[in-house]
């Protein structure tokens, strides 16, 4: 149901789904992204919005390139678990396959699995991908959030009808589909009543990122079916969960970060230790003034613990 702007429309309560009608033309031959520039500087890190990517064919995501990918990267880049699970479930609860990585990945049509290579910009080739696509995104985002920095790229090997939790992320992301389809439920990180000061405090303080669901967060959502040449973007802690449709999936998030960020996790980490000492900070945002003390504070305070450890190698 997108339009020129891709539009959002209610379903049931306030639930929307998200158009996939073209908003824009690929306006050169070497881009790879399309980004409608009037949806992008209304919608960018307050909803989600579609655009479109030219990766379907991509070499870079052949299931062999994917395979040598695997074994280059460390074992810490790797994540991989049974795929058909529920969608909100602890995750020190997921369970394995009892699968290699390699076999995950040979046998991915079939082994019911979910998988995740991290930081895939590692590699050479991954890496000049990555630059390629947010230089187009940079054009439009600097100027809402300045200062792009830290990109990092994830690449999704999934099995026919895997779960990805309800989890939240910490940057600004773009997942883009190559192949096969997958649904996106999007909820609305504004909403307090569904991500809390709380549930903030203990994901930037490294609690795990899957976080309580409730059934009534879907009035709240944004529901998407994702096909290959679609990409979706994430504005930062909206939680979210995805199913794979009845096919292979293969989706590539492109992240990064902006100076904003690092004081907003900074800030949730500061109210985090206020809260274990039985104090009840305000919100993040309400107090500006308090606020810059204490972030210039615990800037200074990295600071020199980072004096201290150069000073003892």
């Known amino acids: 149901m997108r339009q020129n702007t891709c ?6 309560s306030s639930s929307a789904i998200l158009d996939r ?7 050169v031959e070497e881009s790879l992204l399309s980004i409608d520039p009037t949806e992008f500087s209304q919608k960018f890190t307050q909803e989600p919005f579609l655009i479109r990517h030219r990766l379907n064919d991509h ?9 040598k990918l695997s074994q280059s990267l460390p074992p810490c880049c790797i994540e991989y678990n049974a795929g058909q699970i ?38 050479p080739e991954y890496a000049a991908l990555l630059q390629h696509c947010l230089n187009e995104v940079r054009v439009h985002s600097d100027a809402i959030a300045p200062g792009m920095c830290n990109g990092q790229a994830f690449i999704f090997i999934t099995s026919p009808g895997s779960v990805t939790p309800y989890h939240i992320d910490p940057e600004h992301n773009f997942l ?15 909403v307090k009543s569904l991500l809390t000061e709380e549930n903030l405090e203990q994901f930037y303080s490294d609690r795990g990122r899957n976080i309580p669901f409730q059934p009534e967060f879907d009035q709240h959502s944004w529901v998407n079916e994702l096909q290959p040449g679609d990409g979706l973007h994430f504005p930062v802690t909206y939680p ?21 960020l690092d ?8 109210n985090d230790r206020l809260r274990s000492w039985g104090l ?17 504070g615990f800037r200074a305070l990295r600071k020199l613990k980072g004096i201290g450890k150069s000073g003892g190698k």
């Open 7 to 12: 539009s959002v429309t209610s379903t049931s």
């Open 21 to 27: 009608t073209p908003s824009g033309r690929l306006p």
């Open 59 to 67: 070499p870079l995501f052949q299931i062999e390139r994917l395979l």
């Open 86 to 123: 529920p969608m909100s479930i602890e995750h020190e609860q997921t369970p394995m396959n009892g699968l290699s990585a390699m076999e995950t990945i040979r046998r991915i049509a079939e082994c019911k699995s979910w998988m995740v290579l991290k930081y895939v910009e590692r590699d």
């Open 176 to 190: 883009l589909q190559v192949r096969g389809g997958k649904r996106v439920h999007l909820y609305d990180g504004r």
């Open 240 to 260: 979210h969960w995805v199913q794979n449709l009845d096919e292979v999936s293969i989706s590539y998030s492109i992240t990064f970060r902006t100076p904003d």
């Open 263 to 270: 004081r907003r996790r900074a800030m949730y980490q500061i």
């Open 280 to 296: 009840s900070p305000g919100p993040v945002g309400s107090q500006p003034v308090r606020e810059k003390i204490l972030f210039n």
